[in-house]
């Protein structure tokens, strides 16, 4: 019984040792994590293009969830921001609905640089799209854009 009770005791002590371990390295991780978003948000300029330069994204898409009017009355405008160091064209766009509109492409971003492109649409009917932005870059280059539109510019909703 007496064994039982210093094993126990050791026991008790080790687990609270490895607890305050286990809290102190993800507190570590966590923040280093966090300083590279910071260091991230601060070179691209929003913490939406620092995490996309993190993750790898060659271009940025602000707003990437948009709302069009289907009467063609107004344009919606994406922007785009080169996230590397040399230049990319954004050459086209693809989407499952000739509704869509897309002004200025081919486009040409510098290093650094963002450029607007405009996206309008006529339809009567409702319709969720996703848009495909393509490069001229080798890999994974496409852009995705979801774009909602809504006949009837009343009807608009709020982006979640």
Excluded: H
């Amino acid at each position: 019984m007496r064994l039982l009770n210093t094993w126990s005791k050791v026991l008790s002590k080790r687990s609270i040792r490895t607890g305050w371990t286990l809290f102190l390295s993800v507190g570590v991780v966590a923040g280093i994590l966090g300083l590279a978003i910071l260091l991230a948000a601060w070179r691209m300029g929003s913490v939406g293009a620092g995490i996309a330069f993190l993750k790898g994204n060659r271009i940025y898409a602000q707003p990437d969830k948009l709302i069009i009017a289907g009467d063609g009355s107004r344009a919606e405008s994406v922007t785009f921001m080169n996230l590397t160091n040399r230049s990319i064209r954004v050459t086209g766009y693809t989407s499952a609905c000739s509704c869509l509109t897309v002004t200025e492409l081919p486009l040409v971003l510098g290093p650094r640089e963002f450029k607007d492109v405009s996206i309008s649409a006529i339809s009567k009917t409702r319709e969720q799209l996703q848009v495909l932005f393509l490069t001229d870059e080798f890999g994974p280059g496409a852009i995705p854009v979801s774009v909602t539109v809504i006949p009837n510019l009343l009807e608009r909703p709020q982006l979640p």
